[in-house]
């Protein structure tokens, strides 16, 4: 090594120096923070970015949330109690008696459910302990011997056309759904059930000492944010939306609009699409109502295969509507609509409406291997007479003891909650049974419930229902006669309601089975029958973006099964080129076909509410309103994120270390650099 070289190196050496110190801090800090990240279980060794790191701390819960819903005098439902996540240890609560002495997230059984929710309800200092709870995943028949019912024991008793608004329709309601609960509350899948009892074992095992197992709900509220806690308020600052859909009517045959032939009177039959449930995207409806929409569904299959449709005395005009959970939305406004002459029911006059016959719950009706209805009315008429004399004589015509019909006790107030209802606020001498598989009281034991699923409902109760309906349709169809002959032949495709049972009210195969997918392009798989929001401005041509699955299935069912057959269809990918037509079964990776049919969708949200310059406003009820007096005004509130994590939280010690580890990798850091600027500043001086 020459002389320069060696004057360059000892010149550079308190350089090299004072490195290698900087990274002997580094490293020493480091390896304390890796010491400490295993001493708190992480395995560090797979982890290459902090998404990784993440999932490695965190395990994502899945189920379902209960929400924050409001109306015009407050608020129901579920929510976090402020802007931030909600943290505590997970516990599996013994009983419903338990005492708790510190703040928990409650795993407990679903047949818990309502006794705990009753004692928060009734024990504020029991209240202020429940952080959060978990509903664990069961089956209704095997959890619930007695049933379960989250909502009243008079569901929407003050829309009731009768002064008794304290009959008992729904003996086992418990009425802790319309109720507000200043915590997050969810429902669990079956493998996060799992791992949740499993979580809350180590717990009691650690006798909640560190580590200890927490949840994190992150259930934050939009209307909390901004504390907007009654409807008008929230709309007002649009922290929610207005709850509603889309409802849909067809007509067998389909109507001539244009014709000059006066106008036949209408027999009008109804099924509601849409239920009720503690949790939003838990709402299966089985029973109640989608056992009766399943078999109008039914019933129209079967009637479209009848020749001389046009001869009928009077129109028949199927209305499936949506919202009547909430306010009876669908109903109020179809007939709102008709009031008013909107497009949406153009062809239709409410002076034509001749009688009304609903189809309710009709999936528990069989008794000793017998199904058995129940007639509901809320007057004597000579037409509500006649609507009871077909029902009878549609009974008789499929012979003995096959099918029964019998007319609800005189005991009853009137008709049960119904969409009826609303129809008879508009005009009381309006001529309507409703048809229940319940005499005095629901026999639906899951009423509104997340139980009420499609093991609550016997599909041969459901095609009985469907046999029954269409014949007596048609009886009512030609005044009361009709040929005997073709009224033998109206016979429901049982295979039809199977099929349709396991799309709407299952999983498995759900929305991917072949009926609907040949219909529409599904966006889900498990059916929900919450009503959900409206979005978007009201109309009757929506875009398919601002309906649901269900009500689009619904329009393009009618649609087919009520067309008059053409050879010279053709397909479509838009709007058809004639007058009548609609584009039936287009998706999105094939086009539909032009049919000849009168169907429509009808907007289904509150009489109360305006949709004006982009935005929805509270307005007063109209004169003629009955309804829209007693009306809430349900709205939803807006969310950023619905999410539950489970973590291991260590001893705040360990907290206390990397604390301390990370202020002196700061302070290494700080010193080494300092420390090699002084060295390399002192190097370029003795250079």
């Given at each position: 090594?020459?002389?320069?070289?060696?004057?360059?190196?000892?010149?550079?050496?308190?350089?090299?120096?004072?490195?290698?110190?900087?990274?002997?801090?580094?490293?020493?800090?480091?390896?304390?923070?890796?010491?400490?990240?295993?001493?708190?279980?992480?395995?560090?060794?797979?982890?290459?970015?902090?998404?990784?790191?993440?999932?490695?701390?965190?395990?994502?819960?899945?189920?379902?949330?209960?929400?924050?819903?409001?109306?015009?005098?407050?608020?129901?439902?579920?929510?976090?109690?402020?802007?931030?996540?909600?943290?505590?240890?997970?516990?599996?609560?013994?009983?419903?008696?338990e005492h708790l002495d510190q703040p928990l997230a409650l795993l407990l059984p679903s047949h818990e459910m309502e006794a705990v929710f009753n004692r928060i309800l009734n024990e504020p200092g029991f209240a202020q302990q429940v952080a959060g709870l978990f509903i664990e995943y069961g089956i209704g028949s095997q959890i619930h011997a007695s049933g379960f019912s989250p909502d009243k024991t008079f569901p929407q008793a003050e829309f009731a056309p009768?002064?008794?608004?304290?009959?008992?329709?729904?003996?086992?309601?418990?009425?802790?759904?319309?109720?507000?609960?200043?915590?997050?509350v969810f429902m669990l899948s079956q493998d996060s059930t799992a791992v949740l009892q499993e979580v809350a074992k180590l717990n009691k095992q650690q006798n909640f000492k560190y580590p200890v197992n927490m949840a994190e709900f992150d259930l934050v509220m939009q209307t909390t944010k901004l504390g907007t806690h009654t409807s008008e308020s929230c709309l007002k600052e649009e922290s929610c939306l207005p709850l509603g859909g889309y409802s849909v009517?067809?007509?067998?045959?389909?109507?001539?609009?244009?014709?000059?032939?006066?106008?036949?009177?209408?027999?009008?039959?109804?099924?509601?699409?849409?239920?009720?449930?503690?949790?939003?995207?838990?709402?299966?409806?089985?029973?109640?109502?989608?056992?009766?929409?399943?078999?109008?569904?039914?019933?129209?299959?079967?009637?479209?295969?009848?020749?001389?449709?046009?001869?009928?005395?009077?129109?028949?005009?199927?209305?499936?509507?949506?919202?009547?959970?909430?306010?009876?939305?669908?109903?109020?406004?179809?007939?709102?609509?008709?009031?008013?002459?909107?497009?949406?029911?153009?062809?239709?006059?409410?002076?034509?409406?001749?009688?009304?016959?609903?189809?309710?719950?009709?999936?528990?009706?069989?008794?000793?291997?017998?199904?058995?209805?129940?007639?509901?009315?809320?007057?004597?008429?000579?037409?509500?007479?006649?609507?009871?004399?077909?029902?009878?004589?549609?009974?008789?015509?499929?012979?003995?003891?096959?099918?029964?019909?019998?007319?609800?006790?005189?005991?009853?107030?009137?008709?049960?909650?119904?969409?009826?209802?609303?129809?008879?606020?508009?005009?009381?001498?309006?001529?309507?049974?409703?048809?229940?598989?319940?005499?005095?009281?629901?026999?639906?034991?899951?009423?509104?419930?997340?139980?009420?699923?499609?093991?609550?409902?016997?599909?041969?109760?459901?095609?009985?229902?469907?046999?029954?309906?269409?014949?007596?349709?048609?009886?009512?169809?030609?005044?009361?006669?009709?040929?005997?002959?073709?009224?033998?032949?109206?016979?429901?495709?049982?295979?039809?309601?199977?099929?349709?049972?396991?799309?709407?009210?299952?999983?498995?195969?759900?929305?991917?089975?072949?009926?609907?997918?040949?219909?529409?392009?599904?966006?889900?798989?498990?059916?929900?029958?919450?009503?959900?929001?409206?979005?978007?401005?009201?109309?009757?041509?929506?875009?398919?973006?601002?309906?649901?699955?269900?009500?689009?299935?619904?329009?393009?069912?009618?649609?087919?099964?009520?067309?008059?057959?053409?050879?010279?269809?053709?397909?479509?990918?838009?709007?058809?080129?004639?007058?009548?037509?609609?584009?039936?079964?287009?998706?999105?990776?094939?086009?539909?076909?032009?049919?000849?049919?009168?169907?429509?969708?009808?907007?289904?949200?509150?009489?109360?509410?305006?949709?004006?310059?982009?935005?929805?406003?509270?307005?007063?009820?109209?004169?003629?309103?009955?309804?829209?007096?007693?009306?809430?005004?349900?709205?939803?509130?807006?969310?950023?994120?619905?999410?539950?994590?489970?973590?291991?939280?260590?001893?705040?010690?360990?907290?206390?270390?990397?604390?301390?580890?990370?202020?002196?990798?700061?302070?290494?850091?700080?010193?080494?650099?300092?420390?090699?600027?002084?060295?390399?500043?002192?190097?370029?001086?003795?250079?």
């Amino acid at each position: 090594m020459s002389r320069s070289e060696r004057e360059g190196y000892n010149s550079r050496t308190p350089l090299i120096q004072g490195f290698h110190a900087a990274m002997a801090i580094h490293f020493f800090c480091f390896a304390i923070l890796i010491h400490v990240a295993v001493a708190a279980g992480v395995q560090h060794s797979s982890i290459e970015s902090v998404p990784e790191l993440e999932r490695a701390m965190y395990i994502t819960v899945d189920g379902t949330p209960c929400v924050r819903l409001l109306n015009l005098s407050g608020e129901i439902g579920c929510a976090n109690p402020g802007r931030v996540k909600v943290t505590a240890p997970i516990k599996q609560l013994e009983n419903a008696g338990e005492h708790l002495d510190q703040p928990l997230a409650l795993l407990l059984p679903s047949h818990e459910m309502e006794a705990v929710f009753n004692r928060i309800l009734n024990e504020p200092g029991f209240a202020q302990q429940v952080a959060g709870l978990f509903i664990e995943y069961g089956i209704g028949s095997q959890i619930h011997a007695s049933g379960f019912s989250p909502d009243k024991t008079f569901p929407q008793a003050e829309f009731a056309p009768y002064e008794n608004k304290t009959y008992l329709w729904n003996p086992v309601g418990g009425g802790i759904l319309q109720h507000s609960y200043n915590f997050p509350v969810f429902m669990l899948s079956q493998d996060s059930t799992a791992v949740l009892q499993e979580v809350a074992k180590l717990n009691k095992q650690q006798n909640f000492k560190y580590p200890v197992n927490m949840a994190e709900f992150d259930l934050v509220m939009q209307t909390t944010k901004l504390g907007t806690h009654t409807s008008e308020s929230c709309l007002k600052e649009e922290s929610c939306l207005p709850l509603g859909g889309y409802s849909v009517w067809s007509s067998l045959p389909p109507i001539n609009v244009s014709s000059s032939l006066p106008k036949k009177p209408i027999i009008m039959a109804v099924a509601a699409m849409d239920s009720a449930s503690f949790f939003r995207d838990k709402t299966p409806g089985a029973d109640s109502p989608l056992s009766g929409m399943i078999a109008l569904l039914a019933a129209v299959d079967a009637l479209s295969h009848i020749d001389g449709m046009s001869e009928f005395t009077k129109q028949l005009v199927f209305l499936v509507v949506t919202g009547e959970a909430w306010g009876y939305l669908g109903s109020r406004r179809f007939l709102a609509e008709l009031t008013s002459g909107a497009d949406s029911v153009n062809g239709l006059s409410s002076a034509l409406i001749d009688q009304v016959v609903e189809i309710g719950s009709v999936g528990k009706a069989m008794t000793e291997g017998v199904p058995t209805f129940f007639a509901h009315t809320q007057q004597e008429s000579d037409s509500t007479q006649a609507i009871a004399k077909a029902l009878e004589r549609a009974a008789a015509s499929f012979g003995s003891e096959v099918i029964k019909v019998e007319r609800a006790s005189t005991s009853n107030p009137g008709i049960p909650p119904s969409s009826l209802m609303s129809f008879l606020n508009k005009d009381p001498s309006t001529p309507g049974i409703v048809l229940e598989d319940f005499n005095t009281t629901f026999k639906n034991s899951f009423y509104h419930s997340h139980l009420d699923d499609s093991q609550n409902v016997n599909s041969s109760s459901i095609t009985a229902a469907a046999s029954l309906v269409s014949r007596t349709l048609y009886i009512l169809a030609n005044n009361g006669s009709g040929s005997n002959t073709i009224l033998q032949s109206i016979n429901v495709n049982e295979s039809l309601v199977e099929e349709l049972v396991g799309c709407l009210l299952s999983c498995k195969p759900g929305l991917s089975c072949r009926l609907v997918k040949e219909l529409i392009t599904p966006t889900q798989i498990c059916a929900n029958h919450y009503v959900g929001v409206m979005l978007g401005t009201p109309s009757s041509s929506p875009y398919p973006s601002s309906i649901d699955d269900t009500a689009q299935f619904i329009w393009n069912f009618l649609a087919e099964r009520t067309s008059i057959p053409r050879e010279d269809s053709y397909p479509c990918s838009q709007d058809c080129k004639n007058s009548g037509e609609l584009c039936v079964g287009l998706r999105i990776d094939q086009k539909g076909e032009c049919m000849l049919s009168t169907t429509r969708y009808v907007p289904a949200y509150s009489t109360r509410l305006a949709y004006e310059s982009d935005s929805w406003k509270v307005i007063s009820a109209q004169p003629n309103d009955t309804m829209g007096k007693f009306d809430p005004v349900w709205t939803e509130s807006f969310w950023k994120t619905l999410e539950v994590r489970v973590y291991m939280q260590q001893n705040p010690f360990f907290d206390e270390i990397i604390l301390l580890s990370g202020l002196a990798v700061t302070l290494g850091s700080f010193i080494a650099i300092f420390s090699t600027k002084a060295v390399f500043m002192k190097a370029l001086k003795n250079a």
